[in-house]
């Protein structure tokens, strides 16, 4: 595996397949978010319910919160490996190629020749994300831990959030554009009459990556989606709920 | 039809950590015909003539075949056509064009002089793997080995790699991975090439990296200046052809074995 990793061939397929990893949370937490689209419901909102659903997954059989864990462990493993190896094929790309003649652009596309910069962009908009929803740590908008609905609600009443977050897809979009395709021809699962399907297949994939990940925050602030329940209300933080009760009565 | 070039000089044999740069000529009165090999064997001749230093560049079979010709026009690899220098011919240029003429950018490919490289590192490459070690004798008869039109066309459309190393000088990255790729998907997909397939991919592949090429970022840059139209598929099947190599060589021998 050492060995593997060592030459250039071997670090792109580690590369790739730590890729596959994240992509494949993607498309999880794709539907998982999709669960806001039903709304707050009567008493709980279904995607809060889905929430706790996850952190009691395989209990008793499995401490509280374990499979949740392990899925982040992996994650930041996949990441943290997919993250080194670029930077250390990107030293050795630049180390062939004399510096002040960069080669003419004949035609690849500007998806691939920004991997390096919608990388660096989506890795920052992911810790932002970290910070607003899982450790709660932006208090721009009322948050509380366990009521999920009721926080992605008042995030995406303000604009910018919206502008944030649908910017950060086009991003992960580009990124994906190239890097979906690129990942089963570097693990050399192409074959010549497959590539135009691989090629508009990653295409279509993103569409629907956008389009399931962007409805959520466009049907928020669209208000499409009900407020969540006054009772969720009331037990979140008092002073920056003070500006909004308009917004929730 | 008159040109003006601008032609990189490189180690006029004083200084040989010279750094290079370009200088201007005018060329007037060229056949449209002419080869863009045969412009510079005019000026060449001139430059002779005036007793001046000839511009130095490879060349040999000047038919499209052999590989040699390795000029970078306009920036691009073998120039505008997608053909070997040789075959680009001076009527696809617009008359009084300015023209600039450099050699392969790649630190792989050390300037020789002028416009020539050394591209012994694709030799290397070739040397750690790139053959086939067994005399296969005569003929066989066809059926007792059966080579299906599908995988003999594979093999032959990366056979044509003429190793002018146009792709390495057109990779951002400064890749051989097509070059490499060409030739392992030719010897690894036909009989001949069946006992060292293993060997071959991992041999070629580490002696890449220990020269110092790039990686392949799937650009397709390479694949778009091959005067042999090589299709970066090829690519896939190294990838595919290394992986296999690399974790059979873990697996217990007669797990290869059923694997086979």
Not at chain 2, 132 to 146: D, L, V
Not at chain 2, 174 to 188: P, R, S, W
Not at chain 2, 225 to 244: A, F, H, T, W
């Amino acid at each position: 595996m050492i060995a593997f990793w060592r030459s250039s061939v071997g670090k792109k397929n580690i590369v790739a397949v730590t890729g596959a990893i994240l992509i494949g949370y993607l498309i999880l937490h794709m539907l998982g978010n999709l669960n806001s689209a039903f709304g707050p419901g009567a008493d709980e909102a279904r995607v809060d319910w889905y929430a706790h659903w996850l952190r009691d997954f395989g209990e008793p059989l499995l401490p509280h919160a374990f499979v949740l864990w392990a899925v982040r462990v992996i994650l930041l493993s996949a990441l943290v490996i997919h993250i080194t190896g670029i930077v250390q094929l990107t030293k050795r790309n630049r180390a062939a190629r004399p510096a002040n003649f960069p080669a003419k652009r004949i035609g690849r596309s500007f998806e691939s020749m920004a991997m390096l910069g919608t990388g660096v962009l989506v890795l920052a908009f992911i810790i932002f994300h970290i910070l607003q929803f899982t450790t709660l740590s932006i208090h721009v908008t009322p948050v509380e831990e366990g009521a999920v609905y009721s926080n992605l609600y008042y995030a995406f009443q303000k604009w910018y959030f919206l502008v944030i977050y649908v910017a950060a897809l086009l991003l992960i979009g580009m990124h994906l554009r190239h890097g979906v395709w690129s990942l089963f021809q570097t693990l050399g699962f192409d074959n010549p009459n497959r590539n135009p399907k691989l090629r508009h297949g990653s295409t279509v994939f993103v569409l629907v990556l956008i389009v399931g990940f962007g409805a959520i925050p466009v049907l928020f602030f669209t208000d499409v989606l009900d407020p969540p329940n006054a009772a969720a209300v009331i037990t979140s933080s008092i002073g920056a709920v003070g500006s909004l009760t308009g917004g929730v009565a | 039809m008159n040109f003006t070039l601008e032609i990189w000089r490189q180690f006029d044999g004083t200084d040989e950590t010279e750094a290079g740069r370009f200088e201007t000529f005018k060329v007037t009165d060229i056949n449209p015909d002419a080869s863009f090999l045969e412009m510079l064997d005019q000026l060449n001749e001139r430059l002779s003539h005036e007793k001046k230093r000839t511009i130095a560049f490879d060349s040999d079979c000047r038919e499209g075949i052999c590989g040699a010709c390795s000029l970078v026009i306009d920036g691009t690899p073998h120039g505008p056509q997608q053909v070997t220098s040789c075959q680009t011919y001076m009527r696809d240029f617009i008359d009084g064009q300015t023209i600039k003429v450099e050699p392969y950018r790649a630190n792989t490919f050390p300037v020789i002089r002028d416009l020539a490289v050394d591209r012994g590192a694709l030799d290397r490459v070739i040397q750690a793997g790139g053959y086939i070690s067994t005399t296969t004798g005569p003929q066989p008869e066809p059926n007792s080995m059966p080579v299906s039109p599908e995988i003999q066309e594979k093999a032959m459309d990366a056979a044509i790699c003429i190793g002018c190393g146009a792709c390495v000088a057109a990779c951002p990255n400064g890749a051989a991975m097509l070059f490499t790729g060409a030739k392992v998907t030719h010897l690894n997909l036909l009989p001949q090439g069946q006992p060292e397939r293993e060997s071959r991919v991992i041999g070629m592949v580490e002696q890449m990296d220990a020269e110092g090429f790039g990686g392949c970022t799937n650009y397709g840059e390479c694949s778009r200046v091959c005067p042999q139209e090589i299709s970066i598929d090829v690519i896939g099947m190294l990838n595919r052809e290394y992986r296999k190599a690399k974790t059979k060589k873990k697996s217990k021998p007669e797990k290869a074995m059923t694997t086979q």
